[in-house]
């Protein structure tokens, strides 16, 4: 099961988007876009690890990292826009087990992730780098997949898309859930986005993508990964 990151965005802040990378990367990305919402999930849904995305001037997470710790121990990792020392002080001595500003690489996002995650797991608890299912292989270190021992490539989306719905194999996983780990908005995109996106997905690992062995289609339900 993919380790689940709760992604806390400001919406009147953009930064760069995470969301869909971070899936790429074998994690299960849900967005809470206020304080409602992350308290929402810290109350019944028990995220992995928080990601707080402090991105406004003037924001540096101190008090909503102290907020956090009154009401749970899950580890939190702050993204600021700015180098900030005495915000950066302030959020690790309220709570924060890393602190990290703008600009930073995805590789460098997630190895700190992984870091935290080791540190707050069980001992048995070890985080995939690979995933295997059927003829399908994911390299999740290397973001490399190959299908009947060859390599193949896809687009960072549609890779997504596909670790997405291997983590979830013999699950149905909904359109809508899918469009959530891209980040798509449920009114700005046409519904049938994701078909069209399942369709070049098949394209590249199926054998034969009109009569898919893999990711199959549940009628008014969404789709399933079958080894």
């Known amino acids: 099961m993919s380790r689940r990151i709760l992604l806390v965005e400001e919406e009147a802040c953009t930064g760069q988007p995470l969301a869909g990378p971070l899936a790429a990367e074998g994690f299960g990305v849900v967005v809470a876009a206020d304080r409602a919402g992350l308290r929402e999930w810290l109350a019944h849904r028990d995220p992995d690890l928080v990601l707080l995305e402090l991105l406004c001037p003037g924001r540096d997470g101190a008090e909503l990292c102290r907020w956090i710790r009154d009401r749970s121990d899950v580890p939190v990792i702050l993204v600021a826009a700015q180098e900030d020392e005495s915000a950066l002080i302030r959020a690790l001595v309220a709570g924060a087990d890393d602190y990290l500003t703008m600009p930073f690489s995805l590789q460098e996002l997630t190895a700190r992730i992984r870091a935290v995650l080791r540190r707050s797991a ?15 292989r994911i390299d999740l270190t290397r ?55 399942i369709r070049r997905i098949r394209a590249v690992i199926e054998a034969d993508p009109a009569r898919p062995r893999h990711v199959k289609t549940i009628r008014g339900r969404g789709y399933i990964f079958d080894p």
């Open 122 to 136: 069980p001992p048995e608890i070890l985080l995939p780098d690979t995933m295997e299912a059927g003829d399908v």
């Open 143 to 197: 973001h490399r997949l190959t299908v009947r021992g060859q390599p193949a490539a896809l687009p960072l989306f549609l890779f997504t898309l596909l670790v997405t719905l291997m983590r979830n194999r013999g699950r149905v996983v909904s359109r809508e859930e899918l469009r959530d780990q891209l980040g798509l908005s449920d009114t700005s995109n046409n519904p049938r986005t994701i078909n069209t996106y």
